[in-house]
C-alpha cells in the first residue's frame, strides 16, 4: 500500500512551496518537468524500495499523485 | 503521392467511402490496403525495408510476450507450491518454503529478463542499423572520401531513404521497448502491427506513434460521425492555408538567402530571414501535421496533438513542450529518462555530489543528459555539423535555463513578479523567441553560413530605407509580401485565440450557420486567391524524414 501523503510530500521536497490534491494535474499545469520526474523516481525508489525503471517514467504515470500510487502498484505486480 | 494532387484526392474519397460501408471489424483491413497502397504508389522497393521493420519486431516482441506469459505461470506455481508446504505443517521451519520460493521466483525472473534483453537488443541493432546505414551513410562514406581526398558519393551512390523511415522505425522501438518493459502485450497478428508502423496519414511526416493509443483506435472501427468529417475537412482546410500561402511563399526568399549568404552580406536581411525561417518551418511542418491529423480525423482517428503554439513558449523546455511534441517525448521517454537512470550517469551523479555538493550532484546528470538528447535530436535531423550545433545550442541553453531556475524563482519572487504578470509572460516569450531564433540559424544553413550571418547581424546592421528596399531583390514581389504578412496576422490571432483556451472548430460549429459558412468560405476561397501558383508548390519539410 503507497501513502499518497507521503507522495504528495516528495512532491513538495521537490518543488517546495507548491500545494497539490490527490487529482490534480502535474504535468499539464507545469508543475513537473523531465528532470523534477527523474528526481521524483530516485526519491521514490528510496521512499518505497521499488525499482522505478526508466520506462516507467512516462507522463501519463506521473500526471496526479494518483496515477503515481497506481504506478507504484503496477510496478509491484509487474514482471 | 502529394497532398496536393487529384490522386490524393480521389484515394482520400474512395477510401472513405469503402471504409465506412464496411462492417467494423474490417475497417482496419481497408486502413492497410490504403497504407500499403499509398506506400508503394512511389515505387514498391523501400517498402522492403518497412516489412523488415515489422517482421523483425513482430518476431522479437511475440518471443519476449510468450515467454513472459510462462513465466508468470512458473512463478504463480513456485508460490502456491510454497504457501501449501507452509499451510500443511509437514514440520518444515516456518516461512522457510516462501524465502526459497522468493529465491527461486528471483532466479527465474533474472534469467528470463537476461534472455529479454538479448532479443531487445538484437531488433535494436538490426533496425537502427538499418535507419542509420540508409540515413547516414552517404554523408559518413563522403566524409571520409573527403579524407582521402576523392570526391563524395553522388548519384548511384547516394541511398533513397524510403518514405518515413524515422517516423516509423522511432515508433517500432518505441513498442518494442514497451513490450520488453512488460507495458503492453504483443500484437499477435503482424498485419495489426504493419498497419500500426504504416497507417499512411502519419506515415510522411509523424506524429510518432505510440501503440498503446494510436492501436485501440486503428482496430476499433469506429462508427461513422459526420463531425469527424467536418473536423476532419476543416482541420485539412487550416493546414493548406498554412502550408500554401505562408510556408511555400517564404521559402523562395529563405532558399534565395541560404544558398550564397555572402553574396547578400546584410545583417538586417539575415534577420528578416530568420525570422521567415521561423514562420516558414511552423506553417510548413504544422501545416502538414495539421492535413495529417484532418485525414485521420475523417476516419475516426485521433492523432496525438503535435505542436502547441510554440512560439508563446516561455522558456527553450517549454519550446520542446510545443514543437514536435511527439519527437520531443519520445527522446524523452527513451533516452533522456534511460540515460540519466543509467550506471555511469548516476555514478557522476554521486561522485559529483560528494565533491561538490547536492545540487551539484543533481545538476550534472541532467546537464549531461540533456546535451546528449538534443546532439541526438541534431542528427536525427541530418549528418551534418550545423545540426550537430544546433541540437548542443538547445542542450546547453535548457542546460542553463535548470540551473538558473533557482535564483530566477527568488528574484521574481523578492520583486513580487507573478508567472502570470503578463508584461513577464511577454518578456519571456520574446527572450525564448530570440533564443529560438539564434538556433534556427543553425538549423537551416551550413555551420560556416550560420557563423557568417550572425557575424553580419551584429556588426553590419542597418534599417535605412535604401537598405531595406533591397530585401525586394530575394525573389518575391511587394504584392507577396503583404499576402504573407497578411497571412502570419491571420495564423498569430488563431493561435492567440486558441492560447487562451478557446478550441476553435468547437466554437465555429455553434456559431450561427451564416456566419459559420462564412468563416468556411473566407478560408476556402482565401487559400485559394493567397496560394502560390502550382509552380510554387514544394513538399514537405519532414517528408524526407
Not at chain 2, 576523392?150 to 515508433?171: C, M, R, V
Not at chain 2, 493509443?213 to 476499433?220: C, V
Not at chain 2, 548516476?346 to 546532439?375: D, W
Request: hydrophobic share 50%; glycine share 8%; with cysteine.
Amino acid at each position: 500500500m503507497f501513502d499518497i501523503q507521503k507522495i504528495i510530500s516528495i512532491i513538495g521536497e521537490i518543488k517546495p512551496g507548491i500545494d497539490i490534491s490527490p487529482d490534480d494535474e502535474l504535468i499539464e499545469k507545469g508543475i513537473l518537468e523531465s528532470m523534477d520526474i527523474m528526481m521524483l523516481a530516485a526519491k521514490l525508489n528510496e521512499e518505497f524500495d521499488v525499482t522505478i525503471s526508466p520506462l516507467d517514467l512516462k507522463e501519463e504515470n506521473f500526471r496526479s499523485a494518483a496515477a503515481i500510487v497506481s504506478m507504484l502498484e503496477e510496478i509491484e505486480d509487474r514482471f | 503521392m502529394s497532398f496536393f494532387t487529384p490522386v490524393f484526392l480521389i484515394f482520400i474519397l474512395a477510401g472513405l467511402i469503402v471504409y465506412h460501408l464496411v462492417p467494423a471489424g474490417y475497417k482496419w483491413c481497408i486502413l492497410l490496403g490504403l497504407s500499403m497502397f499509398y506506400y508503394c504508389y512511389g515505387g514498391i522497393a523501400p517498402v522492403v525495408f518497412l516489412l523488415i521493420t515489422c517482421l523483425t519486431v513482430w518476431l522479437a516482441t511475440c518471443l519476449i510476450d510468450s515467454d513472459r506469459q510462462k513465466v508468470k505461470q512458473q512463478i504463480m506455481t513456485v508460490k502456491k507450491q510454497a504457501s501449501e508446504t507452509v499451510t500443511a505443517g509437514d514440520g518444515t521451519v516456518p516461512g522457510a518454503d516462501t524465502q526459497a520460493a522468493k529465491v527461486d521466483t528471483s532466479v527465474i525472473k533474472s534469467r528470463a529478463k537476461k534472455r529479454y534483453r538479448l532479443i531487445l537488443i538484437s531488433v535494436l541493432i538490426i533496425n537502427i542499423g538499418i535507419l542509420a546505414y540508409l540515413k547516414y551513410f552517404t554523408a559518413i562514406a563522403g566524409f571520409f572520401m573527403s579524407l582521402a581526398g576523392s570526391e563524395g558519393l553522388t548519384g548511384a551512390g547516394s541511398l533513397i531513404l524510403p518514405l518515413g523511415i524515422s517516423f516509423y522505425t522511432f515508433s517500432a522501438i518505441g513498442y518494442t521497448l514497451d513490450v520488453y518493459g512488460g507495458y503492453v502485450r504483443a500484437e499477435r497478428n503482424p498485419l495489426k502491427l504493419l498497419l500500426f508502423l504504416s497507417f499512411f496519414p502519419q506515415i510522411v511526416q509523424g506524429p510518432i506513434a505510440r501503440y498503446n493509443k494510436l492501436s485501440p483506435q486503428l482496430f476499433a472501427g469506429k462508427k461513422f460521425d459526420i463531425r469527424d468529417l467536418e473536423n476532419g475537412a476543416v482541420l485539412i482546410l487550416w493546414g493548406m492555408f498554412k502550408k500554401l500561402v505562408i510556408a511555400d511563399r517564404a521559402i523562395t526568399v529563405i532558399e534565395t538567402v541560404f544558398a550564397d549568404p555572402a553574396s547578400i552580406g546584410r545583417g538586417e536581411v539575415f534577420v528578416f530571414n530568420i525570422l521567415l525561417y521561423s514562420a516558414w518551418q511552423y506553417a510548413d511542418f504544422s501545416g502538414g501535421i495539421d492535413m495529417v491529423t484532418g485525414v485521420a480525423q475523417m476516419f475516426g482517428i485521433g492523432l496525438d496533438e503535435n505542436f502547441k503554439r510554440p512560439y508563446f513558449a516561455t522558456s527553450i523546455s517549454d519550446f520542446w513542450r510545443r514543437w514536435h511534441i511527439s519527437l520531443g517525448n519520445w527522446m524523452r521517454d527513451y533516452v533522456f529518462f534511460p540515460l540519466s537512470m543509467s550506471r555511469p550517469v548516476t555514478a557522476i551523479g554521486r561522485r559529483a555530489s560528494k565533491r561538490m555538493g547536492e545540487k551539484a550532484g543533481r545538476m550534472i546528470p541532467v546537464v549531461i543528459c540533456s546535451v546528449l538528447t538534443f546532439v541526438l535530436v541534431g542528427i536525427w535531423h541530418g549528418p551534418y555539423m550545423h545540426y550537430v550545433i544546433w541540437g548542443l545550442y538547445n542542450g546547453i541553453i535548457i542546460s542553463i535555463e535548470r540551473a538558473l531556475e533557482p535564483s530566477s524563482l527568488k528574484f521574481r519572487q523578492k520583486h513580487g513578479i507573478e508567472d502570470s504578470n503578463r508584461l513577464y509572460r511577454v518578456f519571456t516569450i520574446v527572450r525564448t523567441f530570440i533564443l529560438v531564433n539564434l538556433g534556427w540559424f543553425f538549423d537551416g544553413a551550413a555551420a560556416s553560413d550560420a557563423v557568417y550571418m550572425l557575424k553580419k547581424v551584429f556588426t553590419d546592421f542597418s534599417l535605412s530605407a535604401d537598405r531595406l528596399r533591397f530585401i525586394l531583390s530575394l525573389g518575391l514581389e511587394k504584392t507577396d509580401y503583404y499576402k504573407l504578412l497578411f497571412a502570419i496576422i491571420i495564423l498569430f490571432t488563431v493561435s492567440l485565440i486558441q492560447e487562451n483556451g478557446i478550441r476553435i472548430r468547437e466554437s465555429l460549429w455553434k456559431l450561427k450557420l451564416p456566419l459559420r459558412w462564412g468563416i468556411l468560405y473566407a478560408l476556402i476561397f482565401g487559400t485559394m486567391i493567397l496560394a502560390v501558383s502550382q509552380g510554387g508548390l514544394s513538399g514537405f519539410a519532414y517528408a524526407q524524414f
